[in-house]
T-cell receptor, first 113, second 114 residues
Framework: QKEVEQDPGPLSVPEGAIVSLNCTYS??????FMWYRQYSRKGPELLMY????GNKEDGRFTAQVDKSSKYISLFIRDSQPSDSATYLC?????????????FGTGTQLKVEL | SAVISQKPSRDICQRGTSLTIQCQVD?????MFWYRQQPGQSLTLIAT?????????ESGFVIDKFPISRPNLTFSTLTVSNMSPEDSSIYLC???????????FGSGTQLSVL
């Protein structure tokens, strides 16, 4: 079993839809949770970062963490074609003297006009 | 966040050859990281490169195959040696600034080995 599970998609939604992207994890030692956005032929870009259970909002994006269920989500409101990208979840734990990040495989999102 | 310049952006190489990927940062950083991103797989850390010391490799990666240089605090290279088609992947350099949990990436090198 992978430490982090993420549905690869692809997920196709109409413009303006609310998008829900999810990851589950099995390692209770994960303390920090991140979402990255990766456009085609580009490196991942840090989108959201949180370290506690609950919601964190930034514009049209909301990151939700439920540590009791080992489940994190990213919601995108009023989705736009420019949101079309691959979304990677990432989690970190303190291990071996430093923070170690574990990534999901990414969910490919397409927002259609 | 720091500006990370990585080159080449893509290359097509022959089996048995080597490719060196360069990563330049616009500010001094202590730790730089090299990742591999294979289709359908999660980002995998190859090694951590600290200036002035040997790189630290993750399980499954060895220095002979992926030699790394870190001559100063703004530059690093990763060489993919004696390439085979299995090395076809995206290679990414990255760094942490400020909060140590936040990782920033270069634009990546798309490598295809024939």
């Amino acid at each position: 079993q992978k430490e982090v599970e993420q549905d690869p998609g692809p997920l196709s939604v109409p413009e303006g839809a609310i998008v829900s992207l999810n990851c589950t994890y099995s390692n209770s030692a994960f303390q920090y949770f991140m979402w990255y956005r990766q456009y085609s032929r580009k490196g991942p870009e840090l989108l959201m970062y949180t370290y506690s259970s609950g919601n964190k909002e930034d514009g049209r994006f909301t990151a939700q963490v439920d540590k009791s269920s080992k489940y994190i989500s990213l919601f995108i409101r009023d989705s736009q074609p420019s949101d079309s990208a691959t979304y990677l979840c990432a989690m970190s734990e303190y291990r071996g003297g430093g923070n170690k990040l574990t990534f999901g495989t990414g969910t490919q999102l397409k927002v259609e006009l | 966040s720091a500006v990370i310049s990585q080159k080449p952006s893509r290359d097509i190489c022959q089996r048995g050859t080597s490719l060196t990927i360069q990563c330049q940062v616009d500010s001094q950083v202590t730790m730089m990281f090299w990742y591999r991103q294979q289709p359908g797989q999660s980002l995998t850390l190859i090694a951590t490169a600290n200036q002035g010391s040997e790189a630290t490799y993750e399980s499954g990666f060895v220095i002979d195959k992926f030699p790394i240089s870190r001559p100063n605090l703004t530059f690093s290279t990763l060489t993919v040696s004696n390439m085979s088609p299995e090395d076809s992947s995206i290679y990414l350099c990255s760094l942490m600034t400020g909060d140590r949990e936040k990782l920033f990436f270069g634009s990546g090198t798309q490598l295809s080995v024939l």
